[in-house]
């Protein structure tokens, strides 16, 4: 992923945010270099699904993660989930 869509990521798709910085329009943290380690969804679900994981078997993963990481966050786990497996026709 390049530099420049990285920034464009919202706060949510990092796993840690230093404290201190403010906040843009978009309210991402600036600075920029505060926020470590981009969640890649995409590349989690198709390690699960090459490590033999099924479909529903990921899909359960990621709607039991909602209390933890909250709904919005599943639901969009849930629908890059969907958009791999529409990639990949196993």
Known sequence: MST????DLDDDQFAYI???GKKDEH????PRSLRHFPISDAAHVRN???IGLTRE???EILMQIAGYAGFPA???ALAT???VFE???R
């Open 4 to 7: 420049a869509k990285v920034n």
């Open 18 to 20: 230093e404290p201190g």
């Open 27 to 30: 309210g991402r943290t600036t």
């Open 81 to 83: 989930a969907k958009a």
């Open 87 to 89: 990639q990949d026709k």
């Open 74 to 76: 599943s639901l969009n």
């Open 57 to 59: 078997e990921i899909a």
């Open 48 to 50: 699960a699904l090459n």
